[in-house]
Structures are given as structure tokens and as C-alpha cells.
């Protein structure tokens, strides 16, 4: 089993950058691929970008693509969410998930796929 806590959420302005950490503590990291998901109001819940427990396959949604980076450090059981170029409408609770699953080099793009979830950090984007 595995614990996450996410932060580095906060308010920023259209075009600003913010950077999400999820520290992750229990059974070893490196065990699982991680995911960035987000709900915005009134939305279901949709992948934001997702990344094998080695690092070298990473996945990103359409709407994040070319704007958002994730990254992860085993090392110190973090997965990161680099985003750039913030638009108002990425204001949303952003959630880390993790999947015990060995799916080779795939990734899991649904949440039901993943077994772990963190509470959740809420990312504002004023226009």
C-alpha cells in the first residue's frame, strides 16, 4: 500500500507556471506508475498526464499537451506536474494516483485503473 500527499497547488494568473509535488510513502515507489488527474467544476474527472514507474513512458491529455511536463524522482518517492502557460480553464483539484499494475511500458489512462489517490490540491487560474 502507498500514502500521497500532493501540494504546490495555489492561484495564478493566465500564462504563469506552477509546480505540483506528490510525495508518496509506504511500500516502494518505484513499484508504480503515477498519474496527475484533475476534476474541474461541474466536470468528471480526466487524466492530466500519466508516467511508468521507470520513467521512460509518459502520457499527457490533449487539452495539457506541449503546456505540462511530468517527471519523477524515485530516489525521493516524488512525481512532479510542471505546468506551464496556465489557461483558466485548468482550474481544477488536482489529483496523484498511483497503479500497482506492471503494464510493461503502457500506461493506464483511466482512474479506475488506479489503485492509490491522494486527497487532492486545488489549482486556481484567474484570467
Known amino acids: 500500500q502507498v500514502q500521497l500527499v500532493e501540494s504546490g497547488g495555489g492561484v495564478v494568473q493566465a500564462g504563469g507556471s506552477l509546480r505540483l509535488s506528490c510525495a508518496a510513502s509506504?511500500?516502494?515507489?518505484?513499484?508504480?506508475?503515477m498519474a496527475w488527474f484533475r476534476r474541474a467544476p461541474g466536470k468528471a474527472r480526466s487524466l492530466v498526464a500519466a508516467i511508468s514507474r521507470s520513467g521512460e513512458t509518459t502520457y499527457y491529455g490533449d487539452t495539457v499537451r506541449g503546456r505540462f511536463t511530468i517527471s519523477r524522482d524515485n530516489a525521493k518517492s516524488t512525481v512532479y506536474l510542471q505546468m506551464n502557460s496556465l489557461k483558466p480553464e485548468d482550474t481544477a483539484v488536482y489529483y496523484c494516483?498511483?497503479?500497482?499494475?506492471?503494464?510493461?511500458?503502457?500506461?493506464?489512462?483511466?482512474?479506475?485503473?488506479?489503485?492509490?489517490w491522494g486527497q487532492g490540491t486545488q489549482v486556481t487560474v484567474s484570467s
Open positions: 494516483a498511483a497503479d500497482a499494475n506492471d503494464r510493461a511500458r503502457i500506461v493506464a489512462v483511466r482512474s479506475y485503473e488506479y489503485d492509490y
Open positions: 509506504g511500500r516502494t515507489f518505484s513499484s508504480y506508475d
